[in-house]
């Protein structure tokens, strides 16, 4: 009885809370929703894909958006500890496979990439990663550390400030043009899945991603570190009484960024082959749009999200639109990435995994 | 007597008035130079000012670059000089997206000195730029626009400024289907542009010729110039099995899809073409020995005239190498035609100062005919088309790609194929 009324006095509370504003995002979401709907079924009933498409398009979205995701990492990490987004990140990604690009021709032009792949493989990835991570580490000491008192959109101006400088200064350095990363004959052809097929380097940039994912995770779960780190980004003040170096605990969020941004780098870089100064801004944007997706400042959101966009941007297109008649569906590719983002955060205004906490600090 | 005197004086005032304004008057109208739009007045020992308004920068840096060579070559043919005075080329980069083009041109529009631009290079600048030069009044000739619109009866008067030296696409899309269905013997073909006003009108033509001849059209698919992975959208194009695609668009997205064309299932024997756009070395370090057996649609390099030999000559050791991109001529020429339409209305005063009148240049520009430049003769129509369009057919060898030069001789043109046929 008392429990009715309860339920019945919350459910009163609810409509009252209830805006004209909510009424429409929900009317908006519901259409957007039913007409995903209604072209899946077109497209599925239509039969024009084979289920050996569906899995490939399954496979280059999962790889797309491993590098998304790694890429995501960083954003939602600075912004978990400094609450800040640093937009200077997507050019952090591109410092590292650029730089590493003329490590990758110097090893193929003396042959050694093709005699020894796997090594060669290994220190185009350390030179990425350490260039990666010197540029970001350099940004939080030079760009964000001295401002990180003053009010919250001085750091936003300066990280897109950074971001600029930093792109002309590797167009400076590099040359307005682009290069083209050599073919590495190792990750050449396919593998066979039983009657699917996978090619070799998505199967290696998918394993990758993954792996890198996991360890990151588990650096920020498990190791003192990276608790120390967790601790900083719930609470400064206090974690600074219980003599955590708060100063180191930003500059190894930067690192940790840095890494993931130029690993991300060199699997986009074999996936893509070609780099240029300007490289970095539409992934960039991509994995920031990943990073509140799923929650920004949580970090198996960013995985998540960046995962999910990848996939949304491959089969999306073609699922959603193909059955409405749509020509030319993956023009609208990016339309469809950020109806996504739109249509999660109608129901879910803080991500996939958005925490409460995120809200309340910011 | 006084007043006799006063009269006099009056008289002699008079008198002195007219000699000294009469002759000032005579001086005035000796030298009269009036135009509907403005003229531009270049004062002794001043250069002549034309700016190029081109992609000298980023991924498509190579189709600019040859044709500011190309104007270069023209301006030192010329010795430097128009009418006894210097001529001075600034640079603007464009971009070769419709942002980079508004921007060139405004901040071309807003120099008085300029007295023509050459540019732009990809239609989707010229789209929006060309109107803004108009607007200030000076004329451009483009050396590798190629979308029809740009010339299109319908266009509107603020493209009346506006010519080009480059084909129009409607001539490249034809001879590209033409050769797609009767010499490589396809059925079916699927087109890929990248929404930019060149791409979308090439494949356009294409894929209609294409029908016209008889064959099925399986798709028309687009993707954005800053794309990356095509693989999804291969992967669509494939499901309709083409036996060739065409996709007429930029180096960037071009290497991407021919690079990825190959890891797509059901696309391993599709043949691929491309047109003008992705015409260049660099093109192929962007598709590596994946662009090993495509075909490009293209200027026909071996239908130019006389001069090309010697042109090549000059660029050989004015650049240290061979073109990069299919419109040197095409630049050179626009330079050309400009030059003697400057020559042609140019007037110089007594005081050594050169009047252009804008609305003067462009009608001397319009007025080009039989012209002879190196891609043919040139004559421009009432739209301001003044090609003589000759577009041939190049397939990239192994030896292209391993030097990264692109192939200087057609395999097939169709002039060649059908002299009876060339005008």
Redesign the interface.
Known sequence: MWGEKNRIFMLKRWIERITPTDVVMWFIGGAILLLIFWGSTATLTAK??TV??WF??II??LA?GSIYALIAMGYTMVYGILRMINFAHSEVFMSGPYTAYYVAAAFYSSGFLDQHPIFSLIMIFLVSMATSTLIAVLLERIAYRPLRTAPRLIPLITAIGASFFLQYTFRGFYG?????YP?VKILEG?WALGEF?I?KFQAVVIVAAAILMAALYSFVQRTRLGKAIRAVSEDKETSSLMGIDIDRMIVTTFVIGGMSAGAAGVL?AL????V?F?MGF?PGIKAFTAAVLGGIGNIPGAMLGGIFLGLV???G??LFL?GLGI?????L??AIAFIMLVLVLIFRPTGILGERLVVKKA | MKRIFILSVVCAVALCLVAVSVPAQTKKEAFKYEDKIGVVKIKKGDPIHLACWMVVAGPDASLGTDTKRGVELAIEDKGGKILGFAVKLSVQDTGCNAEGGQAAATKLAADPTIVAAIGSNCSSEAKPGAPILWKAGIATVSPSNTAPFLTDPKRGPEYDGYLRTAHNDKVQGAVAAEYAFKQLKVKKAATIHDGSPYAEQLQAVFAETFKKLGGTVTAQEAVAPTDTDMRPVLTKVATGKPDIIYYPIFIAAGGHITRQAKEVKGLEKTKLMSADGTFSPDFIKAAGDTAVGMYHSSPDFSAFGAGYKTFLEKHQKKYGEKPIAPFHAHGYDAAMIVFAAIEKVGKVAPDGTLHIGRKALRDALYATKNLKGLTGSLTCGETGDCADPMIAIYQMTAENVKKQVIPDKPIWSPAVAAPAKKK
């Open positions: 024009t894909y050996h498409h490939d398009f280059f979205g797309q307005s043009g682009f290069q083209a073919v396919e097929r090619l986009y996936m893509f082959k070609q240029h300007f539409i941007e491959s089969v297109p073609s193909d020509v030319a569906p993956y023009q590719k990016d």
